[in-house]
């Protein structure tokens, strides 16, 4: 197993997610526990020390399903995360009592690493609010050692985690960020990295394999991959992009089951970062696979000045293109439910104006019409 340094800890590089563990006929608050078990073992044999978990995963029963399989190990031999669930904003008055809650569930007296939950264009605003003290609870359980290393995770745009850093970024020792070839340029994780960069904070990476889209690809792209690296599985070009990082610290994957948590632990037993060809090459295998599925939409930023409704146009063509690549996910609507109404894709009037002045020629208003029938919003 890989090893990175983190202040004076040494961390797996292969982290594992606990929010798609194996479940029992689909149910995925029925978490098959003995399997679950014998993944955590397995892994504990090889040398993965980190383990991720959170309020929501699996209805509420991940923390304690990992709770009972990780109480069987010496506290000090493993680093154990979970995070306050600021993606539902009725938990936001409530850190104190779910905070305790975990500590009951997780069946520890502290945690490892603890993390604001996707902080995003939904929760920002709560999440910076001094009513619910959430920062200031949290950075108390941190001065009393129930909390070791204080971080957060983000789904949002470049702007939100700026705003998120300039109020809390001094004490934030962690960020974990949706990372992957695909959304290097796709979602602007390139960007955001700099950005985090810039405030001398690591990234954990989750999403390593865009929720198994790249875990097998093409048959064409395929082909261009075992031409560069003929024994290389396809998945493993993801985490060998992940491994040519050095702000990257841990990956994180969701594993399903034992066979994927094997393949895993063979990836990262090497070291085998990519050179500067096969990293232009496997860009180039993400731009294809953009192309095929997204509306070219540069941001020049010309439709906006032409569009009755004041629309983002731009904005909400990038999530439109995110929503149909992903084929639904929470991403965008989790977005524009920060929108007034009459800012949402619906606001179009379909004058088409906007589409006049397009370099790129996109039907805007088609765009717009199919998005919002596709949220219902």
């Known amino acids: 197993m890989i090893y990175r340094d983190f202040q ?66 010496p506290r000090e031999k493993f680093y154990l995360a979970t995070k306050f669930p600021g993606y539902d904003l009725s938990n936001m008055d409530k850190v104190e009592q779910i905070f305790e809650e975990q500590l009951k569930k997780c069946q520890v007296e502290y945690f490892d690493f603890y993390l604001f939950h996707n902080v995003c264009e939904m929760n920002i605003d709560a999440y910076l609010d001094e009513k619910y003290g959430i920062y200031d609870y949290l950075m108390e359980q941190k001065k009393n050692g129930r909390i070791r290393h204080l971080g957060f995770s983000a789904h949002g745009s470049y702007d939100v985690i700026k705003r998120f850093l300039d109020a809390y970024g001094e004490n934030m020792e962690f960020c974990q960020l ?54 290389e599985e396809t998945p493993a070009w ?13 990956v994180l994957s969701g594993m399903s089951n034992m066979e994927q948590l094997q393949a895993n632990i063979r990836t990262f037993e090497k070291e085998k970062p990519l050179n500067e060809e096969e990293m232009k090459n496997l860009l180039s295998i993400a731009d294809s696979m953009l192309e095929k599925k997204v509306l070219p939409c540069t941001a020049c930023h010309y439709c906006v ?48 104006s906007c589409e006049a002045v397009c370099p790129q020629q996109i039907k ?14």
């Open 8 to 73: 004076d800890l040494k961390l797996s590089a292969l982290g594992m997610g606990a929010m798609r563990l194996p479940v029992i006929d689909g149910d995925d608050s029925k978490i098959d526990v003995a399997a679950s078990e014998d993944m955590v073992a397995y892994a504990m044999e090889h040398g993965v020390n980190y383990y991720d978990t959170a309020w929501g995963y699996h209805g509420g029963q991940s923390e304690i399903v990992m709770g009972n399989a990780l109480k069987k190990y």
């Open 178 to 231: 949706q990372l992957n070839y695909l959304d290097w340029s796709f979602q602007d994780a390139k960007a955001k990295v700099e950005l985090l960069r810039e405030h001398n904070i690591p990234v954990w990476v989750m999403e390593p394999l865009r929720g198994g889209k790249l875990a097998s690809l093409s048959d064409e792209n395929t082909a261009k991959l075992r031409q560069m690296r003929p024994d």
């Open 238 to 250: 993801a985490f060998r992009f992940l491994q040519s990082l050095p702000e990257v610290k841990v």
């Open 305 to 352: 000045s032409h569009c009755p409704q004041g629309l983002d146009i731009p904005e909400l063509l990038s999530l439109y293109n995110e929503h149909c690549f992903t084929e639904g996910g929470f991403i965008a609507p989790m977005a524009l439910s920060s929108y007034p109404d009459e800012k949402k894709p619906s606001a179009c009037i379909g004058c088409r």
């Open 364 to 377: 805007i208003s088609e765009a717009m019409e199919d998005f919002a029938q596709k949220l219902g919003m």
